[in-house]
C-alpha cells in the first residue's frame, strides 16, 4: 500500500508516500501519508518508518489548513520541526 509511483504524484494504494526533509534528519525521511475527513473531521495519519515516528492528527475546523509537510510550510511542517 506504500509503494509509491514518482511519476503519478508519489501516489500509493489510498495513501501517498514520499522524501521529506526533517528537522534533526539527516536529508530525506520517507513519508507514509494518509488523509480523511468526514462530518466535518479532518484527519492526518503519517508514518516516519525510518526514523520510528507515527503521527495521527484529528480536528474539527474544516477551516484548519495541515498544508504540506514536504513543501515546507503549515501546520503539519510545524509539528515535525519539534
Same mark, same amino acid.
Given at each position: 500500500?506504500? &509503494?509509491?509511483?514518482?511519476?503519478?504524484?508519489? *501516489?500509493?494504494?489510498?495513501?501517498?508516500?514520499?522524501?521529506?526533509?526533517?528537522?534533526?534528519?539527516?536529508?530525506? &525521511?520517507?513519508?507514509?501519508?494518509?488523509?480523511?475527513?468526514?462530518?466535518? *473531521?479532518? *484527519?492526518?495519519?503519517?508514518?516516519?518508518?525510518?526514523?520510528?515516528?507515527?503521527?495521527?492528527?484529528?480536528?474539527?475546523? &474544516?477551516? &484548519?489548513?495541515?498544508?504540506?509537510?514536504?513543501?515546507?510550510?503549515?501546520?503539519?511542517?510545524?509539528?515535525?520541526?519539534?
Amino acid at each position: 500500500m506504500s &509503494t509509491e509511483d514518482p511519476n503519478l504524484g508519489y *501516489v500509493g494504494l489510498g495513501a501517498w508516500a514520499s522524501p521529506a526533509k526533517l528537522k534533526g534528519c539527516d536529508g530525506s &525521511t520517507r513519508l507514509v501519508e494518509r488523509r480523511g475527513e468526514i462530518g466535518g *473531521v479532518q *484527519v492526518r495519519n503519517f508514518i516516519a518508518r525510518d526514523v520510528g515516528i507515527a503521527v495521527v492528527m484529528l480536528n474539527n475546523d &474544516t477551516a &484548519t489548513n495541515f498544508d504540506d509537510v514536504r513543501r515546507g510550510q503549515g501546520l503539519l511542517h510545524d509539528v515535525f520541526r519539534q
